[in-house]
Every structure is written in structure tokens, then in C-alpha cells.
């Protein structure tokens, strides 16, 4: 979380700092206007206007600055506030997500140790589940789900014929272009490509696939040689995986973690574990802990 990790000058000078400005710039702000007041006798009057248009930019920016400064403080005080050890309900969430995402990452670390060295643990699947001949399921958890794609969205489209006064008719008409635009805003939004289908599933990793149990019941499967590419992010607990016939998917967390570890392993061998970049923060932690 932001500044927790800071000194305490770090965490003090930039409300410091924007706060000295903006004091710096009201002050100034208000001697120009009394500079002005004092002088509507003796100068040009494009002169004295220039003199409250400088006042006003020039208290414009001191008021942004004394409105971030406020920012700045609350970020400094939530930061004292956490080394109390006092979280607010939100942070508490995100600690408790830092912390699952670690246990994760840890586990995935050991899993791709064993895989390494040899040391293949096989389990039995679901009872639902058919493996292949020479299929292995390795590990069974869950997994944060998504699949990017577009889609087709329809809106309506409002018209009609108004009689009345030309004022009422020009505001009605004005109101069915507004809502019209609103709706076909929304429309584009919605079928724009995106992330979709967010859901947790539970994934068995085998040595050949993933395949994924989601929320409706229904059980998907993806082929490691059968992706063209292997986006790997074990700092985050993400794999992306692209197909040339279907929709991207995405894994992460537990699950997420334990198929890139073994996809990397079943399509690059135990030299993909040592030097695949995508799982560059599990070998630190591997080290960390041998150290």
C-alpha cells in the first residue's frame, strides 16, 4: 500500500510540500487583489483586469494544490494508521488477498521444485473427469477464470413523431437524441472486446491440459501444445493462454499458478522451469528460501 514502505520524510513532504505552495499562492493571490483595490485610481483599466485575472489563475492553483495536499495527508495518515496495525475493511481485503496470493506463489514454488527434480506426485481426478492414455493429473485447485471476446448487443433506438409548442418539441427531441446516444454508448461498451465469463472454477492440471469446472456445471478444456502463445506472470498469479480456434483464457490464483508451472514444464521440460521469465518470481522465492 502506498507509503507504507516510505521514511518518515517520505511519507510527510508531498502534503508538505503541497501545502506550503498553496499557502505561498492564496497569500499571493490575495496581495494582487488588494494591489488592484489600491490602485483602481491610477491604472488603465486592461491593466487592472490583468491584475485580477493573475489573481484569479494564480488562486486557482493554490486551491488545487491545498485540495491534493488533503489527499496527501489522508494517504500519510492511513500509512500511520496500518503500522499501528489499525486497517480500514477495504485493507483488510487487500492484505487478505496479498496474503492468499503469497500462500499461492509459495505453493506453485514447491510444485515446481518437485517437477524439476523429478519428484512427480500424481492425484486422482474428479470422478467426472476422463484423462487420455498416458494422462496425469498433478494437482487439483482453484483458479479465477476469464475468456476474452467481443459481442453482438442490440439497443433500442427511440423515434417518434412530437406536435406542440416548438419549445416542447425541440426538448423533446433533444431528450430522444440524448438517450439515444446514452444507450448506444452503453451498447458499444458491452460489446467492445473484453475479459468476461469472471468466475472461480475448479481446474485440474494434468501434464497435457487444464480443464475447468465453471459455475454452470459445464467442464472446458485447453491443450497446452494445442495454445500459440503462453503469457506467464507469477509476480501477479496470472497465465494468459491464446488460441488460434478459440477465445484467450485466463487463470489465476492457486490454480492459475499451478497450470503455468505445469504447461511450462510439459512444453519447454525442467530447462523451462529454470529459465522461463514468466516464473522469474517463484525461482526468487525457491532461493529466498534455501537462503
Not at 503469497?102 to 476422463?130: C, H, I, K, S, Y
Not at 453482438?152 to 439515444?180: I, K, W
Not at 526468487?284 to 528460501?289: A, P, R, S, V
Request: net charge positive.
Amino acid at each position: 500500500m502506498e507509503y507504507d514502505n516510505h521514511s518518515a520524510w517520505q511519507r510527510h513532504a508531498p502534503w508538505i510540500i503541497r501545502l506550503t505552495l498553496a499557502v505561498v499562492l492564496l497569500l499571493a493571490s490575495g496581495m494582487l487583489i488588494l494591489l488592484a483595490l489600491s490602485q483602481t485610481d491610477k491604472i488603465a483599466d486592461k491593466s487592472l483586469l490583468g491584475l485580477v485575472f493573475g489573481s484569479f489563475v494564480i488562486f486557482c492553483a493554490g486551491f488545487v494544490f491545498l485540495l491534493t495536499s488533503f489527499g496527501k495527508m489522508r494517504l500519510t495518515w492511513r500509512a500511520f494508521m496500518r503500522s499501528r496495525g489499525r486497517f480500514t475493511k477495504a485493507e483488510k481485503m487487500i492484505m487478505q488477498e496479498r496474503a492468499k496470493l503469497a500462500r499461492a506463489q509459495a505453493a506453485a514454488a514447491e510444485l515446481a521444485r518437485d517437477l524439476f527434480e523429478g519428484n512427480l506426485r500424481t492425484q486422482n481426478p474428479p470422478w467426472e473427469v476422463v484423462l487420455r492414455n498416458n494422462e496425469q493429473a498433478i494437482c487439483t485447485a482453484n483458479a479465477n477464470y476469464a475468456r476474452f471476446y467481443g459481442s453482438d448487443v442490440s439497443y433500442m433506438h427511440s423515434s417518434g413523431f412530437l406536435m406542440g409548442h416548438p419549445t416542447l418539441v425541440a426538448a423533446g427531441v433533444l431528450a430522444m437524441a440524448l438517450g439515444n446516444k446514452a444507450r448506444r454508448s452503453q451498447a458499444e461498451a458491452m460489446a467492445k472486446e473484453q475479459w468476461r465469463e469472471q468466475q472461480l472454477v475448479l481446474a485440474v492440471i494434468t501434464n497435457q491440459r487444464v480443464i475447468c469446472r465453471r459455475q454452470d456445471g459445464a467442464w472446458v478444456s485447453f491443450d497446452y501444445l494445442a495454445a500459440t502463445s503462453m503469457d506467464v506472470d507469477s509476480a501477479t498469479g496470472t497465465m494468459i493462454l491464446q488460441f488460434p480456434s478459440t477465445e484467450p483464457l485466463m487463470l489465476g490464483g492457486t490454480g492459475g499458478l499451478y497450470a503455468a508451472v505445469t504447461a511450462i514444464w510439459a512444453v519447454r521440460g525442467p530447462q523451462g522451469l529454470e529459465r522461463h521469465p514468466g516464473l522469474a518470481y517463484l525461482r526468487t522465492l525457491e532461493h529466498n528460501q534455501l537462503n
